[in-house]
Nanobody, 120 residues
Framework: QLQLVESGGGLVQPGGSLRLSCAASGVTLDYYAIGWFRRAPGKAREGVSCLMNSDGRTNYADSVKGRFTISRDNAKNTVYLQMNSLKPEDTAIYYC?????????????WGQGTQVTVSS
């Protein structure tokens, strides 16, 4: 059974960078699409990015295009989210979960998430 654990969140100033990690266990990610989603206080959950591990296809929300990059390390069975040029509106709890690469809709179990706070 696929289990995902997020890490790497923290407090960063506007314009700064963070890299989130999503470590998988139970199965290899080779044929899974894994994505990052976030929920900010008082806002609906938002799909941030999705990566199809089998062929490298990616999908991004318009709000993060050009700033965030999703990637994978097959040897570590881990998916990353590199976040650059962070803005206060990026503040949220970030989760990794299986996703549909075309629609970027999530499915499967959710973990605890990792808090990202962008503030001066």
């Amino acid at each position: 059974q696929l289990q995902l654990v997020e890490s790497g969140g923290g407090l960063v100033q506007p314009g700064g960078s963070l890299r989130l990690s999503c470590a998988a266990s139970g199965v290899t990610l080779d044929y899974y699409a894994i994505g990052w989603f976030r929920r900010a206080p008082g806002k609906a959950r938002e799909g941030v990015s999705c990566l199809m591990n089998s062929d490298g296809r990616t999908n991004y929300a318009d709000s993060v295009k050009g700033r965030f990059t999703i990637s994978r390390d097959n040897a570590k069975n881990t998916v990353y989210l590199q976040m650059n040029s962070l803005k206060p509106e990026d503040t949220a709890i970030y989760y990794c979960v299986s996703c549909d690469i075309a629609t970027m809709k999530p499915y499967g179990s959710w973990g605890q998430g990792t808090q990202v706070t962008v503030s001066s």
